[in-house]
Nanobody, 122 residues
Framework: EVQLQASGGGLVQVGGSLRLSCAAS????????IGWFRQAPGKEREGVSC????????YYADSVKGRFTISSDNAKNTVYLQMNSLKPEDTAVYYC???????????????WGQGTQVTVSS
């Protein structure tokens, strides 16, 4: 089965940076989507960024465009989310998820990892 593990969260000052990692395993197809989602207290879960494994197509939510970068190291089966210029509104639990890219960008995420907390102090 597909397993995902998110890590790299922590406490950071406004304007700082963090890099989240999502270690993935168990994929049986060569094309799938990996997405980063976040959920802050009192808010709905929202998509942050996602990419396809084979084609490397990427997508960013408007709120993080220009500040966050999604990338992958296929040899390590790991997807990263580099977060720069962090703002207090970025504070949330961040999740990585995987699924079919059919309903790109935010649909069909069937597998979810444990969240990692990102806190941006103000």
């Amino acid at each position: 089965e597909v397993q995902l593990q998110a890590s790299g969260g922590g406490l950071v000052q406004v304007g700082g940076s963090l890099r989240l990692s999502c270690a993935a395993s168990g994929f049986t197809s060569d094309e799938y989507a990996i997405g980063w989602f976040r959920q802050a207290p009192g808010k709905e879960r929202e998509g942050v960024s996602c990419m396809t494994s084979r084609d490397g197509m990427t997508y960013y939510a408007d709120s993080v465009k220009g500040r966050f970068t999604i990338s992958s190291d296929n040899a390590k089966n790991t997807v990263y989310l580099q977060m720069n210029s962090l703002k207090p509104e970025d504070t949330a639990v961040y999740y990585c998820a995987s699924g079919s890219p059919t309903n790109w960008p935010w649909g069909d995420y069937d597998y979810w990892g444990q969240g990692t907390q990102v806190t941006v102090s103000s």
